[in-house]
């Protein structure tokens, strides 16, 4: 388990970076509105760890050095990841991130939608305030991808498909494409060359396979600190992988049961249980834990080819902190 003192030692080279991001994120967002503006003082009392925006500039110090521009664009990334979660817990009716209330939970989802705009919106003019086209049509792709990846979830889930192609599909779209934004932009801001720029992407969007992975299997197990029931995501049609798995792995006998209570979405609380035991005995967790530490020996495969530095070396703890954190 990292201790808030291990979190310390990975910011380390960035520290006084990351102390100037967190003062301009807090400052980024003001509103004349009342009801706008105590959207934004709920979101600014109760936002995270800042992972991603720790990703731009420990990906920019690890190509070089951090610029303005890095600062910057960690400030618009987290505005839109915040923008995201707050539409994601909308479209989820979700009332609890990580043990605090959603803002969905104080405002209606009417309110809730136009403050995750209006935060989008604000991450889009920051990003034209950075003078870079290339950074720019990253963010707008990241946007696409995002509302993309949320109706592909709901289509998964409606047509009740079962395989890993899609569930990685949906990951990708969802997770991964934005922390593979923030350390590509990371780089792109270091003045990197294509070929470390490339090497960051990809550093990024296995970390988001890594990140995802661990959030569905903490949905297997009962934890106040995360603020996510236990099987909130069967309870919602989501099949993750320790499921998915499970049910590739039994002989159609075994399975079939469990089967229709997904094909017919029968999501009492004892049959939720009842699917979460059949995930865990049959290899789920061990399965996807596999997945998450291949993708993470992926990433420390990369990162060695990046220029050795602390950063390069806060990269690779970062990684270990994404798998093994216990919220």
Request: a negative charge.
């Amino acid at each position: 388990m990292y201790s808030m003192d291990r979190r310390k030692i990975i910011e380390e080279p960035v520290k006084a970076e990351f102390q100037r991001f967190k003062a301009e994120f807090t400052s980024s967002l003001s509103s004349s509105t009342l009801k706008l503006q105590f959207a934004i003082d709920k979101i600014m009392s109760s936002s995270g760890k800042h992972i991603r925006p720790l990703l731009v500039l420990l990906a920019a110090k690890a190509c070089g050095k951090v610029a303005e521009n890095t600062i910057n664009s960690a400030v618009l990334l987290e505005q839109l990841h915040t923008a995201s979660l707050i539409h994601d817990d909308v479209i989820d009716n979700t009332r609890q991130r990580r043990g605090v209330p959603s803002l969905n939970a104080f405002l209606d989802n009417r309110v809730s939608v136009l403050v995750g705009d209006y935060i989008m919106s604000s991450a889009l003019i920051r990003s034209i305030q950075t003078g870079n086209i290339r950074i720019m049509y990253i963010i707008s792709e990241v946007g696409r991808a995002l509302a993309e990846g949320e109706i592909r979830q709901l289509e998964v889930v409606e047509d009740i498909i079962l395989d890993e192609d899609s569930y990685l599909e949906i990951i990708k779209k969802k997770t991964a494409i934005l922390i593979s934004a923030c350390t590509e932009v990371g780089a792109i801001t270091a003045g990197a060359s294509e070929e470390l720029i490339t090497y960051c992407k990809q550093i990024g969007e296995y970390l988001g396979y890594c990140f995802q992975i661990k959030d569905d299997i903490f949905d297997y197990y009962s934890n106040l600190n995360i603020g996510k029931p236990t099987g909130n995501d069967i309870l919602e049609g989501k099949v993750t992988l320790p499921l998915l798995y499970a049910l590739r792995k039994t002989e159609e006998a075994d399975s079939s049961y469990y089967l229709q209570l997904i094909e017919k979405k029968d999501f009492t609380p004892s049959h939720i249980d009842e699917l979460i035991l059949f995930a865990k005995e049959n290899g789920g967790i061990e399965y996807a834990e596999l997945k998450m530490k291949e993708y993470r020996d992926k990433v420390v495969e990369i990162m060695h080819k990046l220029p050795h530095s602390d950063a390069r070396n806060s990269l690779i703890e970062l990684a270990d902190y994404i798998i093994e954190r216990k919220k």
